[in-house]
């Protein structure tokens, strides 16, 4: 049950709510990447830690959620069916997905999502995108490319649906969601400034350590506030289809037994001696 990824039927958005989704993540990119925002990502840790899980975090999944496949004729439209030329790349790609659903496919994209995020994370790429204003957009299509890879194991977008069943990726969702605490936990702990290109003055504004700490905080916050959802949403969707199949199995049970014949009585009628090998009866 907790292996497949079409056994239980998948949460339904409709086309509107999904278009909210799209338009949040589409404000929220932009707002990262425009002033002033984007001038102090390059002056505080906080703002750029808040900026990094945008990117990484926040915006992937708001298109996974609401990306319009349909409307980009990337899959069938509904009612049109998804099969012969009315099938897009995405229904074909939606159906290989169902085909291959195993844990090592979707391994593979989580792993190159968190060593692409990690890189990010350096401090020598942190310096680098505080020094060059330009890198932060390549940043952000790059996390946002590979966390959609990411998401879309995780949520359902379709024609599109994620390769595990619910406990699979309440367990997946959690994994995730402990890298970047780590992470947040490493910066936040740390006793020497993790990322130096950071200047703080005394007396004005945050402190170095305080500035550290929130960063820390920011990131701890938007990856709880991200996956801790996706954890309890599938464990209680896994919960309610186990207690589903119990029903069903009971309920099958007690109309196959219902539908048994009456096995014969062992002897004869009520009052009758069964007859000896014989022909004789037995003596009462």
């Not at 897009?88 to 085909?99: E, F, S, T, V």
């Not at 593979?108 to 995108?129: E, H, K, M, Q, S």
């Amino acid at each position: 049950m907790s292996a497949g990824a079409a056994s239980v039927r998948p949460l339904a958005l409709s086309g509107r709510t999904r278009v909210w989704f799209l338009a949040a993540g589409v404000v929220v990119g932009l707002a990262a990447l425009v002033p002033p925002f984007s001038t102090l990502s390059r002056r505080y840790e906080y703002a750029e830690s808040l900026q990094f899980s945008m990117f990484a975090i926040v915006i992937p999944a708001l298109v996974a959620v609401g990306a319009p496949w349909r409307w980009t004729r990337l899959a069938a439209r509904p009612g049109l069916g998804a099969s012969g030329a009315s099938a897009g790349p995405l229904d074909r790609l939606a159906d290989g997905r169902r085909r291959h659903p195993e844990l090592v496919r979707t391994l593979g994209f989580i792993v190159i999502d968190l060593l692409v995020v990690v890189a990010w994370r350096t401090p020598g790429a942190v310096r680098a995108v505080a020094g060059h204003g330009w890198l932060a957009p390549v940043e952000a299509v790059i996390l946002t490319v590979f966390g959609l890879g990411l998401w879309l194991e995780l949520v359902e977008s379709p024609p599109l649906v994620a390769r595990s069943g619910p406990l699979r990726r309440a367990v997946l969702a959690a994994i995730i969601m402990w890298v970047f605490w780590v992470d947040a936990y490493v910066v936040g702990l740390s006793n020497d400034d993790w990322y130096p290109n950071f200047h703080h003055m005394a007396g004005h504004g945050l402190s170095a350590a305080a500035d550290q700490q929130f960063a820390a905080v920011i990131l701890w916050f938007v990856a709880g506030a991200a996956f801790v959802p996706i954890v309890f949403l599938n464990a209680l969707r896994w919960l309610r289809s186990e207690e589903d199949s119990d029903a069903e199995l009971y309920r099958l049970t007690k109309a196959e037994l219902r539908r048994a014949p009456t096995p014969p009585p062992a002897s004869g009628p009520r009052g009758d001696t069964p007859p000896r090998p014989d022909g004789h009866p037995l003596a009462g």
